[in-house]
């Protein structure tokens, strides 16, 4: 494998956890909706999970303020371990341990809330010269489901940035980045990227496949973004960097799209959050059969 090729090889994580979550005040005044519980996990644990199982574990967030309580989740609690190890209580002491050996996590502050370009550019110095993914905290993919690992493969295998697409009703592509693709490959699930537009007018938009918030990079993306002028609500904006990787694959290599028909729970408003909820815990060997016997008879009601 040639130095080149080594430098595709993909170890680090950058999750992007800066925003203030306004859609869900007041619950999080003083609480990152990132640590919203998803039945007894925070949405953050699904998606550090999601990293690790890609055999990722060397996971940088970027932060804001107020969100020091993302790093005292992943960090040990010594007196409430001690305290169910003294009640036997070994499977919430399993639960409370798991989080902190979950992974290699750092942290660092985003500070003038640029953008998401800008947040994924305040992860060059730890990065260095090698691919990275990045993983927003609003998509939780089912683990069930195999996503990032593919996009993994064909990063190695291309040497392009690969970015998570999935097919939405054309009402919704105006919340999203949309791609233009063309298909070149006998995977009819890897698409080779065109254009990108971000968050179109339905009328205009070129597909209905919509950017979502999985993404792999190489590490001349950084020079892109370092570039890459404020677009859309003045903020610098992934999706215009990764047009000028499309535009000119010479200089950070070509876009492809991974598209994704799996289960994926969008946590980003109050509607969705509740029906990943359900959609998760109706699934759960603990609480779904009891709960899908409870939900029957209610939805009847309806």
């Given amino acids: ?3 080149g090729n080594l430098n595709l090889k993909v170890t680090k994580a950058v999750i992007p956890v800066a925003g203030l979550g306004t859609r869900f005040l007041p619950a999080t005044k003083a609480m990152p909706k990132e640590m919203l519980p998803i039945v007894d996990k925070p949405v953050i644990q699904y ?12 996971l940088l967030m970027i932060t804001g303020r107020n969100k020091n309580t993302l790093e005292n989740h992943f960090d040990r609690v010594t007196e409430l371990e001690h305290t169910l190890e003294a009640k036997g209580d070994t499977g919430k002491l399993f639960k409370v341990q798991e989080s902190n050996a979950l992974a290699d996590i750092h942290y660092t502050r985003q500070g003038d809330p640029r953008g998401l370009g800008h947040a994924v550019l305040r992860a060059k110095s730890h990065v260095g010269e090698h691919s990275f993914a990045v993983l927003l905290g609003d998509d939780v993919i089912d683990s069930r489901d195999t996503l990032l690992e593919k996009m993994l493969e064909v990063h190695e295998s291309t040497g392009d940035n690969v970015i998570a697409l999935m097919e939405v009703d054309p009402s919704q592509i105006h919340l999203y980045g949309c791609a233009v693709i063309e298909r070149d490959s006998d995977d009819p699930d890897v698409v080779k990227v065109t254009g990108l537009v971000e968050k179109p007018k339905t009328e205009e938009a070129p597909s209905n496949l919509a950017v979502i918030g999985r993404y792999v990079l190489r590490h001349e993306m950084f020079d892109i973004l370092e570039k890459t002028e404020p677009g859309r609500g003045n903020e610098i904006q992934l999706t215009d960097g990764l047009e000028t990787a499309v535009e000119h694959p010479e200089i950070a290599g070509g876009v492809r799209g991974v598209v994704f028909r799996g289960r994926r729970y969008d946590t980003g408003d109050k509607l969705d959050f509740i029906k990943a909820t359900l959609q998760i815990a109706v699934d759960r060997e603990d609480i779904g059969e009891d709960l899908r016997e409870w939900l029957k008879p209610f939805a009847q009601k309806l």
């Fill in 47 to 58: 998606v550090v999970e999601e990293a690790v199982n890609a055999g990722l574990e060397d």
């Fill in 1 to 3: 494998m040639s130095q």
